[in-house]
């Protein structure tokens, strides 16, 4: 089908051909000659060429106007895509100028529109940016004034400004704490803050305050402080207490006047607990007898535990009368040494004590399992008692072992022996040990030469003939590991009894032997 326009043509055509046949009829009727019809006929086609040359020309003008827009429009699209980082815009090269224009210039607006989007966006992003960055003392995000921002910078910046806000939140947690750890501190040791920055941190609001590194850092370096004043004034404090405490035993102070008024700051507690450590000290100055007296049984004391030999407790000043206060003083001091020498060593002077106290219930235990009334009238007590001896044998050898490596170390440290009432301490052991089995030795042998004597010797068991017995060596007691004490069989006279005189060279003979052996071995416990 043809176009409107082919029809459109035809139908001007038409109409014209039908305009001129009028014009024919009417020239006709009037009677005008062909020369006059020519004439006016030209007159028409001259008024038609004028009138299509007209709009011709009009229409040529509109084409060159619609190639300058176009020019226009694809400078204005080239611009804004530079200006948003965009790729250039391909137009459908199938398209009519016409169509053209109209594209290009819907797609101006659309690209101005988006600069507006960005522009304000970006706006609102950094005066928020800004704000954040000024709290935190930082430097905001640049974008150069004017500039359209890219997507990618938009994003950035959104990214920035969330990175920024996590950063405030988690300062603005710290310092909070920090706030208020500092307010607590001021307030235990009574202080006023007097700095500028310690009255910004603790008296301003804290969206006040500049949440920067420097002042973060700041603040933990004055809560550092702050606890180092504080931990001063408690160890002040306790040093204090412990003055004030020696004092009432040292003055003899009643227990219903001994009284600490620990109320209030620590700074106001100090101060009321130096005031009363001032009056003590001047009732001990006027009490120098008693107090240098009191010190002298301390010293014995301590001369105990620290088991001082009588030459280590040779002290220049102990029987000085002239109490005064250089004497107080050197009392004081030699106090102090021996206190600091027992604390430092306490440990192993505990478990010195312990070894003394467990000896003594083992020898007691040892003494009652040689009783030959143990076994009258005792209930469960001897089963008891046997267990309780059992368990000491087993845990003094422990207990010496431990205290020989102690010894040891000390003995490293101080470059001198551990001595104990004048002689080293493991001699000491040793001597016990060698005591304690010496004794039972003669205990043992003045037993069975009693019963000897009493004719109760030599017992046979029953329905056996009297006579030497043939039973095998028994009851074989090892003596430091090295000799042995045999008990068998023994040949009696008729009366059970050896003669005499044989009875006191035997006797005289195994205490020899023994006494030699004791002497020249080294006993070891248990």
């Not at 938009?154 to 706030?179: D, M, P, V, Y």
């Not at 009432?248 to 106001?268: A, F, K, R, V, Y």
């Not at 205990?443 to 030469?449: R, S, V």
């Not at 006279?493 to 071995?521: C, D, E, I, M, W």
Request: glycine fraction near 4%.
């Amino acid at each position: 089908m043809p176009r409107e326009s082919e029809a459109l043509a035809s139908s001007i055509i038409h109409l014209l051909n039908i305009k001129l046949a009028a014009l024919q009829d009417v020239w006709d009727e009037i009677g005008i000659q062909e020369e006059k019809r020519i004439e006016r006929m030209a007159s028409v086609k001259m008024h038609i060429e004028r009138l299509l040359d007209q709009m011709i020309h009009e229409e040529e003008l509109m084409k060159e106007q619609l190639k300058e827009a176009i020019e226009n429009w694809q400078e204005k699209l080239q611009a804004l895509c530079s200006e948003l980082l965009l790729d250039p815009y391909k137009a459908d090269e199938s398209s009519t100028p016409l169509q053209l224009e109209k594209e290009l210039r819907d797609q101006v607006d659309a690209l101005l529109k988006e600069k507006d989007v960005r522009m304000k966006e970006c706006e609102m992003l950094l005066k928020e940016d800004q704000a954040l960055c000024t709290d935190l003392c930082k430097t905001p995000y640049y974008i150069p004034t004017g500039k359209v921002p890219s997507l990618q910078e938009l994003e950035e910046l959104k990214n920035h400004i969330i990175s920024t806000a996590k950063e405030k939140e988690r300062r603005l947690t710290i310092f909070l704490g920090l706030r208020r750890e500092i307010t607590q501190l001021m307030a235990d040791i009574d202080h006023v803050p007097d700095t500028t920055f310690e009255k910004d941190a603790v008296l301003e609001q804290e969206d006040l305050f500049f949440l920067s590194d420097e002042n973060i850092k700041s603040l933990e370096v004055l809560r550092k402080q702050l606890v180092m004043r504080k931990q001063e004034l408690i160890t002040t404090q306790e040093s204090l207490k412990e003055q004030i405490r020696s004092l009432w035993n040292t003055l003899q102070i009643p227990t219903e006047q001994q009284n600490m008024d620990t109320t209030g700051s620590l700074s106001q507690v100090n101060a009321v607990l130096q005031q009363n450590l001032e009056k003590l000290q001047q009732k001990k100055i006027e009490n120098l007898k008693q107090v240098i007296t009191g010190l002298r049984e301390k010293l014995h004391t301590y001369w105990d535990k620290c088991l001082y030999s009588q030459k280590q407790r040779e002290f220049d000043f102990l029987l000085n009368e002239n109490f005064t206060e250089e004497l107080l003083q050197v009392h004081d001091e030699e106090l102090l040494k021996i206190t600091l020498y027992y604390e430092k060593h306490k440990e192993l002077f505990d478990n010195v004590e312990k070894w003394e106290r467990w000896w003594k219930m083992f020898l007691e235990f040892e003494k009652k399992a040689s009783d030959p009334n143990k076994y009258a009238n005792r209930g469960g007590t001897l089963l008891r008692e046997e267990k309780e001896r059992t368990q000491l044998q087993k845990k003094l050898p422990k207990l010496e072992e431990e205290l020989k490596l102690n010894i040891e170390k000390w003995e490293t440290e101080q470059g001198c022996p551990f001595m104990v009432n004048g002689q080293k301490f493991v001699t000491y052991i040793a001597n016990q040990w060698e005591q304690h089995r010496f004794k039972r030795e003669q205990e043992k042998q003045k037993f069975q030469y009693i019963k000897k004597d009493e004719g109760i010797g030599c017992k046979t068991p029953l329905k056996r003939p009297l006579g030497p017995s043939n039973t095998p060596q028994s009851k074989i007691r090892r003596l430091n590991g090295t000799s042995t004490i045999m008990n068998s069989g023994s040949t009696c006279n008729q009366a059970g009894k050896p003669p005499l005189s044989a009875r006191k060279r035997n006797f005289s003979k195994k205490s020899n032997h023994v006494n030699g052996q004791l002497n020249s071995t080294t006993l070891e416990s248990p």
